[in-house]
């Protein structure tokens, strides 16, 4: 996927993607799987936000999101619309074992839809289903019920644990009601789990498939360099991935 001179160079399309979330639902772990292909159980906090970039192969296009992965902490919500501003795609990411980060979730969607670009594509993402599946315990290198509670954003709550018992009942977001929730508001839904991978190469696929490309590239040259596009924050952080071994990959899924 070598991008020579004109061929690939004219078809790659700049996406900016903004994640948003509560404190410690996993979506600096779902980042880091989609770019990397990893899972770290004790990653580091996430302070302000932090920048990675992923390319996505879709037909004869070639998209490269631009992913700002933001902290959840509530002190730092006054500076999400620095991130959110001028993007095309959000994923806002609950935990299916914390009823009030779906609430939170909610939340984030209503300010998206009302101060966001109009046309922006949302995905919804109900996180650590891993959690919830009786297979987790005996095909998971650990089988602690905090093993995907890492404190991702920062936010943690001090002395917070799950609660105990049966994968099934650990679970406090039903998938019929966040999925009726997602439909209803015009939504992308996935459940999805950092910790195996399920869900979270649909999640950004799907989302490059409702991306309105045509009209990013018109904007793209009327408006070349606008501010809050392609900038990094003093806290930020980049990892950039080579996917030139992924050629072999479907045309109509991302690589990663």
Same mark, same amino acid.
Request: charged share 25%; aromatic share 6%.
């Given at each position: 996927?070598?991008?020579?001179?004109?061929?690939?160079?004219?078809?790659?399309?700049?996406?900016?993607?903004?994640?948003?979330?509560?404190?410690?639902?996993?979506?600096?772990?779902?980042?880091?799987?989609?770019?990397?292909?990893?899972?770290?159980?004790?990653?580091?906090?996430?302070?302000?936000?932090?920048?990675?970039? &992923?390319?996505?192969?879709?037909?004869?296009?070639?998209?490269?999101?631009? $992913?700002?992965?933001?902290?959840?902490?509530?002190?730092?919500?006054?500076?999400?619309?620095?991130?959110?501003?001028?993007?095309?795609?959000?994923?806002?990411?609950?935990?299916?074992?914390?009823?009030?980060?779906?609430?939170?979730?909610?939340?984030?969607?209503?300010?998206?839809?009302? &101060?966001?670009?109009?046309? $922006?594509?949302?995905?919804?993402?109900?996180?650590?289903?891993?959690?919830?599946?009786?297979?987790?315990?005996?095909?998971?290198?650990?089988?602690?019920?905090?093993?995907?509670?890492?404190?991702?954003?920062?936010?943690?709550?001090?002395?917070?644990?799950?609660?105990?018992?049966?994968?099934?009942?650990?679970?406090?977001?039903?998938?019929?009601?966040?999925?009726?929730?997602? &439909?209803?508001?015009?939504?992308?839904?996935?459940?999805?789990?950092?910790?195996?991978?399920?869900?979270?190469?649909? $999640?950004?696929?799907? $989302?490059?498939?409702?991306?309105?490309?045509?009209?990013?590239?018109?904007?793209?040259?009327?408006?070349?360099?606008?501010?809050?596009?392609?900038?990094?924050?003093?806290?930020?952080?980049?990892?950039?991935?080579?996917?030139?071994?992924?050629?072999?990959?479907?045309?109509?899924?991302?690589?990663?």
């Amino acid at each position: 996927m070598a991008e020579s001179a004109s061929g690939s160079q004219d078809k790659s399309v700049q996406v900016k993607l903004v994640l948003l979330g509560e404190a410690a639902v996993g979506k600096s772990s779902v980042v880091l799987r989609f770019v990397s292909n990893e899972f770290q159980p004790n990653k580091e906090p996430t302070i302000g936000a932090a920048f990675l970039t &992923q390319k996505c192969r879709l037909e004869d296009r070639i998209l490269r999101y631009e $992913i700002w992965d933001t902290a959840g902490q509530e002190r730092f919500h006054s500076l999400a619309p620095m991130y959110y501003r001028n993007a095309q795609a959000a994923v806002v990411v609950y935990d299916v074992t914390k009823a009030s980060s779906l609430e939170k979730a909610k939340s984030w969607v209503k300010e998206l839809q009302r &101060q966001a670009n109009p046309n $922006i594509v949302i995905a919804l993402a109900g996180n650590k289903v891993d959690l919830v599946q009786p297979s987790a315990s005996s095909s998971g290198s650990s089988s602690s019920p905090d093993s995907e509670d890492e404190a991702d954003d920062a936010t943690a709550t001090p002395g917070e644990t799950p609660p105990s018992g049966e994968p099934e009942s650990l679970r406090q977001v039903p998938r019929e009601e966040a999925q009726a929730y997602a &439909q209803e508001a015009g939504l992308l839904f996935f459940e999805t789990s950092a910790k195996t991978g399920e869900g979270i190469v649909e $999640i950004f696929t799907e $989302i490059a498939k409702k991306i309105p490309i045509e009209h990013i590239l018109a904007a793209s040259r009327n408006n070349s360099g606008r501010p809050g596009a392609g900038g990094r924050g003093n806290n930020a952080r980049e990892e950039n991935v080579n996917l030139q071994d992924d050629q072999t990959k479907s045309k109509d899924a991302c690589n990663c």
